[in-house]
């Protein structure tokens, strides 16, 4: 059998179960086992993405590898992803190969941060990705096997290994995998893409760094004119608590994941995504005493106890919908660090590039 | 120069390798260093900057 890795080097192995365990031993898994990437599975997905396998996207830190077309196709077939999911990778890879994203400190780090992919548009369904109960729980194909890819890509292509090159003390479970889709059908907002400057129609995927998710709980109350306010109170302690980097360093962006009960209640009561926004950002404020009474903080204790905010700009705060409805919503603190503080990038999903094949998919 | 503490030096020679300066000058200083006192960062210092000295002249 022969396994096309993802550092272009051609491997042998006798079957199968062979192969797996050779692509353990050589860290190329991320500790679960993996499809093996043979050159004729590997050759299906390059022709999935409708690119040439040659072609390279750029280099992926902090190894600096050569991110061609091939080998993410190579971490898709690892991942367990369809053909249909390539597109989607592909442009979960140029997103994090964007300068603005800071993958290579992102993935050397010690912080414990990982890239959350949010999809937006007609991928959702050509790709059966799932935005709703437990989207970012185990369970769906879609939303596991194309998370998973890009961090496969991330560990063979960009060198992140556990102790050598990603440096996170602890790391969190989301480094396996982090993806879903927006639930735009239950959502009265627009949607992610769209804020971005894509059309409804067009398929998108926005990924930013993030700690693991933070359920916030929500008692709606629909006699209390005051709830809407308390609600964005809740929200803005997720960030602006001590414990959390967007307190102790600020300045980077954050999301938020509204669950459809609680983006319906907003909606009815008048407020626009905008306001929400808005409103967290401003209510996201931490004192400069209280930062400085606790071990986060670095540097002399303040003379004035100045108020600091979480976020530069109301827009750093990405608002999408997502989950079951019922009491939680999700908060994703973040890094706020790295040349560019922890920016979300958003890239299209290129669909135009590839001819469909009758059967292919399946 | 590279001041690198025990815990990181593997990280520094990843790094080192991938962006093409393998034999970068590095000095390895004890684990951890942040945070650990005025009387320790000045123990650390008086026996690391012969090493740097060492590093720079190439007799590392």
């Given at each position: 059998?022969?396994?096309?890795?993802?550092?272009?080097?051609?491997?042998?192995?006798?079957?199968?179960?062979?192969?797996?365990?050779?692509?353990?031993?050589?860290?190329?898994?991320?500790?679960?086992?993996?499809?093996?990437?043979?050159?004729?599975?590997?050759?299906?997905?390059?022709l999935?993405?409708?690119?040439?396998?040659?072609l390279?996207?750029?280099?992926?830190?902090?190894?600096?590898?050569?991110?061609?077309?091939?080998?993410?196709?190579?971490?898709?077939?690892?991942?367990g992803?369809l053909?249909?999911?390539?597109?989607?990778?592909?442009a979960?890879?140029?997103?994090?190969l964007?300068?603005?994203?800071?993958?290579?400190?992102?993935?050397?780090?010690?912080?414990?941060?990982?890239?959350?992919?949010?999809?937006?548009?007609?991928?959702?369904?050509?790709?059966?990705?799932?935005?709703?109960?437990?989207?970012?729980?185990?369970?769906?194909?879609?939303?596991?096997?194309?998370?998973?890819?890009?961090?496969?890509?991330?560990?063979?292509?960009?060198?992140?290994?556990?102790?050598?090159?990603?440096?996170a003390?602890?790391?969190?479970?989301?480094?396996?995998?982090?993806?879903?889709?927006?639930?735009?059908?239950?959502?009265?907002?627009?949607p992610?893409?769209?804020?971005?400057?894509?059309?409804a129609?067009?398929?998108?995927?926005?990924?930013?760094?993030?700690?693991?998710?933070?359920?916030?709980?929500?008692?709606?109350?629909?006699?209390?004119p005051?709830?809407?306010?308390?609600?964005?109170?809740?929200?803005?302690?997720?960030?602006?608590?001590?414990?959390?980097?967007?307190?102790?360093?600020?300045?980077?962006?954050?999301?938020?994941?509204?669950?459809p009960?609680?983006?319906?209640?907003?909606?009815?009561?008048?407020?626009t995504?905008?306001?929400?926004?808005?409103?967290?950002?401003?209510?996201?404020?931490?004192?400069?005493?209280?930062?400085?009474?606790?071990?986060?903080?670095?540097?002399?204790?303040?003379?004035?106890?100045?108020?600091?905010?979480?976020?530069?700009?109301?827009?750093?705060?990405?608002?999408?919908?997502?989950?079951?409805?019922?009491?939680?919503?999700?908060?994703?603190?973040?890094?706020?660090?790295?040349?560019?503080?922890?920016?979300?990038?958003?890239?299209?999903?290129?669909?135009?590039?590839?001819?469909?094949?009758?059967?292919?998919?399946? | 120069?590279?001041?690198v503490?025990?815990?990181?030096?593997?990280?520094?020679?990843?790094?080192?390798?991938?962006?093409?300066?393998?034999?970068?000058?590095?000095?390895?200083?004890?684990?951890?260093?942040?945070?650990?006192?005025?009387?320790?960062?000045?123990?650390?210092?008086?026996?690391?900057?012969?090493?740097?000295?060492?590093?720079?002249?190439?007799?590392?």
């Amino acid at each position: 059998m022969s396994i096309a890795s993802t550092s272009s080097t051609e491997l042998f192995a006798t079957d199968e179960a062979a192969a797996v365990e050779k692509l353990h031993e050589l860290g190329c898994t991320d500790g679960l086992p993996v499809i093996v990437p043979t050159s004729e599975r590997v050759a299906r997905m390059v022709l999935a993405t409708g690119y040439d396998a040659d072609l390279v996207l750029g280099e992926m830190g902090p190894n600096l590898g050569e991110c061609s077309i091939e080998k993410v196709a190579a971490a898709a077939v690892m991942a367990g992803c369809l053909p249909d999911h390539a597109p989607v990778v592909i442009a979960a890879v140029r997103a994090v190969l964007d300068p603005r994203f800071d993958l290579t400190e992102m993935q050397a780090t010690t912080h414990a941060i990982a890239p959350l992919i949010v999809v937006n548009g007609p991928a959702r369904d050509w790709c059966g990705l799932h935005g709703g109960f437990g989207a970012l729980g185990p369970g769906n194909r879609a939303n596991a096997s194309i998370g998973r890819a890009l961090r496969l890509a991330m560990i063979n292509i960009g060198g992140g290994r556990a102790g050598t090159s990603d440096m996170a003390l602890l790391g969190h479970p989301g480094k396996f995998t982090m993806c879903l889709a927006e639930d735009e059908g239950n959502s009265p907002f627009e949607p992610l893409h769209a804020e971005c400057g894509f059309d409804a129609s067009q398929s998108a995927v926005t990924v930013l760094g993030v700690d693991s998710p933070q359920s916030v709980m929500i008692n709606i109350d629909a006699d209390d004119p005051t709830c809407a306010d308390r609600m964005m109170r809740s929200f803005a302690s997720a960030f602006s608590n001590v414990a959390a980097n967007n307190a102790s360093l600020r300045g980077g962006q954050a999301a938020l994941a509204l669950n459809p009960d609680h983006a319906a209640f907003l909606h009815g009561q008048g407020w626009t995504k905008a306001q929400v926004r808005e409103r967290i950002a401003d209510e996201a404020v931490v004192s400069a005493e209280r930062l400085a009474a606790s071990a986060s903080y670095l540097g002399r204790k303040p003379e004035v106890d100045w108020q600091l905010p979480c976020f530069t700009k109301a827009e750093d705060l990405l608002v999408f919908v997502a989950g079951g409805g019922g009491l939680y919503s999700a908060a994703f603190p973040s890094w706020c660090a790295g040349p560019h503080k922890n920016q979300a990038v958003t890239a299209e999903v290129e669909v135009g590039q590839s001819c469909e094949i009758p059967g292919f998919a399946t | 120069m590279a001041l690198v503490t025990t815990e990181f030096w593997a990280q520094g020679d990843f790094i080192a390798r991938s962006v093409g300066l393998p034999d970068v000058p590095r000095v390895e200083l004890p684990h951890p260093v942040a945070g650990s006192g005025a009387a320790n960062l000045a123990a650390v210092a008086k026996q690391t900057v012969p090493l740097i000295v060492a590093a720079l002249r190439g007799d590392a």
